[in-house]
């Protein structure tokens, strides 16, 4: 049993979860987030493909890529989150 | 960039439009002509690069000269350059119907000046992704042809649109999330992230989790049946040149990278493609009769390609695990054929929109008006994508048949041929109204609706029609620097 | 191998599943997104545990407070929409609940038969560290080994908010909650602290944890602190300049990119003597777009002069 293990298990479980609500969640916000938490999961493989057991230090790449996946998540939640405001703004009017 | 021979014509095919879309971000008064013209050195950029390969074989530039696997190389073989041209030719002609659809007397200021960065972006992101050789690099892109992509759905900002576009962008973020964890198995497995390591792999349980988690990734961006449902939505509710470039082009770039992939990484199993073939039979069927059913020309339009997705995977598998290594350029040819006659189809149904007034199948010939031009435009287009000689398309379902009947695989012969027979049922529905002049009453205004915007989609349809008498030289070149063979 | 802290990892791990479980199923949104957030800070304290603490910098500013900052303005936003529309048949549920446990399943197994700490490309870095012009492997990798997936995640942040305001348009919007009297004074002391730790974040990248975007991150922080406190709203007018920021760190990045190839160096190849400078310039002004770009994507639309909801729909 190392961190590495636990941590991986636990990554892929967040990936499991976040994967359930982006199929079955409806509400705009909670699939947004359901895809953040896949990406969270991938992020945690990643590190724990970078992790040595210390003192060795780990693996800078895989750091890198993470940090990447962090900025373009945010990217994509605000268009998503946009596009969610829009929605409710049109179909609000509408509905009036 | 001072001196000719010194260009990398690699990374100018990337930058060029990444330019474009900054400048014609930042001076927004300025952005169709700035966006027309990056478009242009885009393309002028691709036919050097076509050159180049063709005289010297498959490119290489390891940008920041470390090499793979320590940083990225970009590369372009025979296949990349195909797809490159591709996109810029149907790009530049979209590019020239975008003038026509987003004119001050169509479109909102609005919609002008955002068509360009948005189409720029999409352009930048495509052609990196043909480039690319390293997994996590295709991700990034990826991501940068979803958002840009997403943005053009949205583009007409009706709720529809928004709507479908919303969709569209869970599917697709969905979709590069399973392809990013796909791509932390392959660096937990192989410790690096190029097409290289993933070509000397050995198997590994790590490496076919990477593979299903990619390819489910991939085949819900190119919208295979089951998981088509965002596109009929995406496609039909764009504004047309922006339907052009999705249908055209971005479901392309996800079959590309599942080609890439698969070759790579060879799938485990023959009931696996088996499955995708019987996938993309599927796709045939059901999208075959939703096209039947469709009451609105862009909606058919819509359904037609994931008909064209389905034959697309029915190539693939034509000739099972063993015919893998052949069949690519089945599926490179189709995708060929399809982008360039559906960019043309898209352009012509929103032109006949445009012109008519409205794009119900039912009521189209009881309009005064004949948008005459575009009605044939689109009858070309349909020809291809049917696939009747000489088109392209014809070419590319020859070289399916050939393959399966070589591998005595008739199922998929079969299926086929139920596609073609879906395909001339659906597009008849279309073209016999086109040809019907007893329902109006009132003279019919023939020669209404002719316009010079009307051009970029003949061209492109006409072009779908004449380049399957080039289907052998393109055959050829695609071969240049073996996309498939040992060499990465 | 000290075990009361695996026994803390253990219990870390699960915390994080039982949060992500409890962000999908609480029925609050509000509960929701602060569940995420704490959420998002534990997974932040498990990658500190896993010896990255760039990462972790990045996720609790970015991933974590950044987006909690854009979620919860979404909610102030939409909060008149009913929390569920319409519910899911209890079959889908179960079905996909089915297909998540076997997804799960077979990638923990594919995982559990991988063994870890394969040598990866941390000795390949290591070996040309000396050449890459900065002292933080991850620095490194971010902007000299594979910079041009920077550049392109800079491209998608650029993407991102070309979209966000092609999206919004035209329509007066709920106005966006406003901080009170005590934090206002709050932000106006905050500011310059945080200005300065942005600044510092950015610096101490070449040599240690923290970097361009991190630094940008905790600058859009002001960015957000700014809007809230209606210490600053944007204007009409200010749209050249908002372009202008967005597009800055692309354009040095890729012009930087280009003009450094030429006399037989290729794209991106820094000169050995320069490199330092060269990766300077270019995180400030990734960290300025960073900044900059962040900010826009929390306040959302474009700032127009004339509203023209009319021509919508």
Not at chain 2, 95 to 111: I, Q, V
Not at chain 2, 157 to 171: N, T
Not at chain 2, 381 to 396: D, E, Q, R, V, W
Not at chain 3, 284 to 294: E, F, K, N, Q, R
């Amino acid at each position: 049993m190392t961190s590495g293990l636990i941590f991986g298990l636990t990554g892929i479980a967040v990936f499991a979860i976040g994967l359930f609500g982006a199929l079955v969640m409806v509400e705009p916000l909670r699939r947004v987030l359901a895809l953040k938490l896949c990406s969270v999961g991938a992020g945690f493989l990643l590190v724990v493909g970078a992790w040595r057991e210390p003192p060795e230090a780990p693996d800078p790449v895989p750091h890198a890529l993470v940090i990447t996946g962090i900025v373009v998540m945010i990217s994509a939640t605000a268009v998503a989150l946009a596009l969610i405001r829009r929605l409710h703004m049109l179909e609000r009017d509408t509905d009036d | 960039m001072t001196e000719l021979p010194t260009i990398d014509w690699p990374t100018a095919v990337v930058f060029a439009p990444l330019a474009g879309a900054i400048l014609a971000f930042a001076w927004p008064r300025r952005a169709a002509a700035l966006g027309l013209a990056s478009v242009l050195v885009t393309a002028g950029a691709v036919a050097a690069l076509a050159l180049q390969v063709l005289a010297e074989g498959a490119v290489l530039t390891r940008l920041g000269n470390w090499g793979a696997p320590l940083g990225i190389d970009l590369r372009a073989d025979g296949l990349s350059t195909v797809l490159l041209a591709m996109t810029v030719g149907v790009g530049a002609f979209v590019s020239l119907g975008a003038l026509d659809s987003y004119a001050p007397a169509r479109a909102d200021d609005r919609t002008r000046r955002y068509f360009w960065p948005l189409w720029l972006l999409l352009l930048t992101g495509l052609n990196g992704a043909f480039l690319s050789t390293d997994v996590f690099n295709l991700y990034v892109m990826l991501e940068v042809i979803a958002l840009a992509a997403v943005g053009l759905t949205v583009l007409g900002g009706g709720r529809a649109a928004v709507r479908a576009g919303l969709d569209y962008m869970y599917a697709s973020i969905l979709g590069a999330l399973l392809f990013l964890m796909g791509v932390g198995f392959v660096y937990l497995e192989l410790g690096r992230l190029d097409f290289a390591g993933l070509i000397a792999a050995e198997p590994a349980p790590a490496l076919t989790a990477a593979l299903a988690l990619m390819i489910a990734g991939l085949l819900l961006k190119t919208a295979l049946f089951p998981l088509h449902f965002w596109l009929p939505g995406a496609h039909a509710n764009a504004t047309a040149p922006a339907s052009a470039l999705l249908s055209g082009l971005v479901v392309k770039v996800s079959l590309y990278v599942f080609l890439r992939l698969t070759q790579y990484m060879p799938l485990p199993d023959e009931l696996l493609v088996t499955l995708i073939g019987a996938l993309g039979a599927g796709a045939i069927l059901w999208g075959g009769i939703q096209a039947l059913r469709a009451e609105r020309l862009k909606l058919l339009v819509a359904w037609s390609t994931v008909v064209q997705i389905g034959l697309i995977f029915v190539a693939f598998a034509r000739a099972g695990q063993v015919g893998l290594a052949e069949s690519w350029k089945a599926v490179a040819l189709l995708i060929l054929a399809h982008a360039v006659a559906k960019a043309g189809m898209f352009l012509a149904a929103g032109r006949i929109k445009d012109e008519v007034g409205h794009d119900r199948i039912a009521d189209l010939d009881r309009s005064p008006i004949r948008p005459t031009l575009a009605q044939f435009t689109f009858a070309l287009a349909a020809i291809s994508l049917i696939g009747l000689p000489p088109s392209l398309g014809f070419a590319g379902k020859w070289v399916l048949m050939e393959g399966a009947m070589a591998a005595g695989y008739w199922h998929w012969v079969g299926v086929t041929m139920i596609g073609t027979l879906f395909s001339v049922a659906y597009f008849s529905r279309v073209l016999a109204s086109f040809l019907r002049f007893d329902r109006m009453r009132s003279p019919v205004a023939e020669h209404q609706g002719w316009a010079l915007a009307d051009a970029a989609p003949l061209i492109l349809a006409l072009s779908a029609l004449g380049l399957g008498l080039a289907a052998a030289p393109i055959l050829a070149f695609m071969e240049i620097g073996y996309p498939f063979g040992a060499t990465p | 191998m000290v075990e009361p802290l695996l026994l803390f990892d253990a219990l870390l791990g699960l915390a994080i599943a039982a949060l992500a479980v409890a962000v999908l199923t609480v029925h609050d949104r509000f509960a929701m997104i602060v569940l995420f957030i704490v959420f998002g800070l534990m997974s932040a304290l498990a990658w500190v545990r896993l010896s990255a603490p760039d990462v972790a910098l990045a996720e609790a500013a970015i991933g974590t407070g950044l987006t909690g900052a854009l979620l919860l303005t979404t909610l102030h936003h939409i909060r008149a929409a009913p929390a569920a529309p319409v519910p899911v048949p209890g079959g889908v549920v179960v079905a996909n609940l089915g297909l998540c446990a076997l997804i799960f399943g077979g990638l923990a197994f594919a995982f559990l038969l991988t063994p870890l700490q394969a040598p990866g490309l941390a000795p390949a870095v290591a070996q040309n560290m000396a050449a890459s012009g900065v002292g933080h492997p991850v620095t490194a990798v971010l902007l000299n080994f594979r910079a041009y997936d920077t550049l392109m995640e800079v491209v998608v942040l650029l993407a991102a908010i070309v979209a966000v305001w092609m999206v919004e348009r035209g329509t007066v919007q709920a106005p966006a909650p406003v901080l009170g009297e005590i934090y206002r004074g709050f932000s106006r002391l905050a500011l310059p602290a945080i200005v300065v730790i942005g600044s510092y974040l950015l610096w101490v990248g070449a040599q240690a944890p923290g970097g361009a975007f991190q630094g940008g991150a905790v600058l859009a922080a002001v960015g957000l602190l700014l809007l809230l406190g209606r210490l600053y709203r944007p204007q009409p007018a200010h749209r050249p300049f908002a372009r202008a920021g967005f597009v800055l760190g692309t354009a040095v990045f890729a012009g930087v990119a280009l003009l450094v190839a030429g006399g037989g160096r290729l794209p991106f190849e820094y000169p050995a003597a320069h490199a330092k400078t060269l990766i300077l310039l270019i995180e400030g002004m990734v960290t300025i777009s960073i900044a900059v770009t962040l900010a826009a994507l929390f306040h959302g639309r474009e700032p127009e002069a004339v509203p023209v909801s009319e021509k919508s729909e």
